[in-house]
């Protein structure tokens, strides 16, 4: 498993990460900033956690997988 692994624009589960990990950032913000009835406060605050936890998952998977090399992409063996 290795950090510079997640790197992997190609990837659509990078983007879906980055989309999640952005969308709990902004979800935690509404938690704080507005006052909201318990009911949408648990909604919200759902959300926000499992965006966190499937955001984490997909960026464990980048880490554990190697990114495809420049050979595999282009059609060149």
């Known amino acids: 498993m290795k950090l510079s692994r997640l790197w992997q624009p190609r990837n659509p589960a990078f983007w879906m990460m980055l989309v999640l990990n952005v969308l709990s950032s902004v979800l935690a ?13 648990i909604v ?9 936890w499937i955001g ?4 464990l998977g980048l880490m554990r997988e190697a ?9 060149v063996r």
Do not use: D, K
């Open 29 to 41: 913000w509404v938690l704080r900033t507005y006052p909201l009835v318990p009911l949408a406060m």
């Open 44 to 52: 919200v605050a759902g959300f926000a956690l499992m965006n966190a």
């Open 56 to 59: 984490i998952r997909l960026a």
């Open 67 to 75: 990114p495809p090399s420049e050979n595999q992409t282009s059609g």
